[in-house]
């Protein structure tokens, strides 16, 4: 028999209401044992909770029984609407402890059971992790569809593809030899198959899921004292950098999450770039600096035109412009001011225009590294199916084409992939 479990599930106390669920078969007597009776399943109850042992009040609380399998776990469950303080709580799981067949659940062991029941695929799983850790309202909404079903209805759509596939090679094996198969057979599966292969590859060429955990990284780059230092602690909007007319200020690199819009941004001050003297730590600053350039995603450039970066999203700034425009500045460069203000709007704007051909777009499903990595051994057994004659091997790699395709939403899986998954969830979740 599977243990009953109970989790705070709500914040961390000192709360104004904390929430212990309760779930697994003796959700009921475990209730019944603080509360006195089972309420009217679904309606919230104000009960006095009582220590099943020696009778002492411990709280007055809403309760709720929802009863299996209409429920988050599929399993009975009990829901406790305490009072927020540390001292309610503890005397509260301190009774549920005591009792026989209880214990106290593991990180994301509610979501896990949701998922052993039926009740949400793997990618719904993992799309709730994201919704529990989104920090933007793009992440939230995104992870929020995910978890709603979103990418689960375009990896059934394939499916059902794959399915049909399937279905034809079966019977071409199986009555290859009568004349009611279609010679045009063949012809109408390659096309169930390149289709298919341009969907997935289309979703491959997406931006991943990760975009919106990590954002997008903005590097502020250029020669010593151009101001890199003053515009990220605009754009962060606070003191993050140190600034002073001393020219090298900046040794490290220096990060900061902002969101413009609801999007998320990594933003990044670096070391002035310049010809290295004999300062050690300021040429690895600036080792630094040129490594960040690279793995940018946007480099917002405070410097000559003719020493400027390579870069395919490189935004030319002319700082200071309250002060005067800098020689040797791109002309078409924003004139930018962060004392003022002067151009700030111009450059938000840039930075979301980029923003948004980088992130996942919406109410498109992302996929995040694990998903892609079934996608491409999905993408390669289609191939193999594409160049292969015999209907036997067609049929095999059709078998591993849909095999990966499982793997995406939990049809296929491993134990330690799961105990990876949901051991990153919060306790009570």
């Known amino acids: 028999m599977t243990d009953t479990i109970f989790a705070l599930s709500s914040g961390a106390p000192p709360t104004g209401i904390a929430v212990i669920r309760i779930s697994g078969s003796n959700a009921a007597t475990a209730l019944i044992s603080l509360a006195g009776s089972l309420p009217e399943p679904r309606y919230a109850t104000l009960r006095g909770l009582r220590h099943p042992e020696t009778g002492d009040l411990l709280d007055r609380a809403m309760v709720l029984w929802l009863p299996g399998p209409h429920n988050a776990t599929g399993e009975d469950t009990a829901e406790l609407y305490c009072h927020g303080g540390r001292a309610v709580i503890l005397a509260v799981e301190s009774a549920l402890a005591a009792m026989k067949g209880l214990r106290r659940a593991e990180p994301g062991?509610?979501?896990?059971?949701?998922?052993?029941n039926g009740k949400m695929d793997l990618a719904e799983a993992e799309a709730l992790s994201d919704?529990?850790?989104a920090e933007t309202d793009i992440q939230r909404r995104h992870a929020l569809q995910q978890s709603e079903g979103l990418l689960s209805r375009a990896v059934d759509l394939w499916r059902g593809q794959l399915l049909r596939a399937s279905a034809m090679v079966e019977a071409e094996l199986d009555f290859a030899?009568?004349?009611?198969?279609?010679?045009?057979q063949r012809i109408i599966l390659d096309s169930i198959i390149d289709n298919l292969a341009d969907d997935i590859d289309a979703a491959l060429q997406a931006p991943p899921t990760e975009r919106l955990r990590d954002g997008v990284r903005v590097i502020i780059a250029?020669?010593?004292n151009?101001?890199?230092?003053?515009l990220f602690n605009v754009l962060s909007q606070r003191d993050a950098a140190i600034v002073t007319d001393i020219a090298g200020t900046t040794r490290d690199l220096i990060e900061a999450p902002i969101s413009l819009n609801g999007l998320p941004f990594i933003l990044i001050d670096t070391a002035g770039l310049h010809e290295a003297g004999d300062d050690r730590v300021e040429a690895m600053g600036m080792e630094k600096a040129r490594a960040a350039i690279e793995s940018?995603?946007?480099?917002?450039?405070?410097?000559?035109e003719t020493s400027q970066p390579d870069h395919s999203r490189l935004i030319s700034i002319s700082a200071k412009a309250d002060l005067q425009r800098a020689s040797g500045i791109n002309p078409s460069a924003i004139s930018l001011s962060s004392a003022t203000g002067e151009g700030i709007d111009i450059l938000r704007a840039k930075l979301l225009h980029y923003a948004e051909k980088l992130l996942p777009q919406p109410d498109a499903p992302s996929y995040n590294a694990r998903q892609r990595e079934r996608l491409s051994e999905l993408l390669s057994a289609l191939r193999e199916v594409r160049q292969a004659e015999d209907?036997?091997?067609?049929?095999?790699?059709?078998?591993?084409a849909r095999n990966a395709l499982d793997a995406i939403t939990g049809r296929l899986h491993t134990e330690d992939m799961l105990d990876a998954l949901f051991g990153k969830?919060?306790?009570?979740?």
Not at 391 to 400: A, I
């Open 131 to 133: 919704l529990l850790f």
């Open 226 to 230: 151009a101001g890199k230092s003053t």
């Open 391 to 400: 209907m036997l091997v067609v049929g095999e790699e059709l078998r591993n």
């Open 109 to 116: 062991e509610f979501t896990r059971r949701a998922f052993a």
């Open 222 to 224: 250029g020669p010593p």
């Open 425 to 429: 969830f919060c306790i009570g979740k």
């Open 296 to 304: 940018a995603d946007i480099v917002l450039w405070l410097g000559d």
């Open 177 to 184: 030899d009568e004349d009611d198969v279609p010679p045009e």
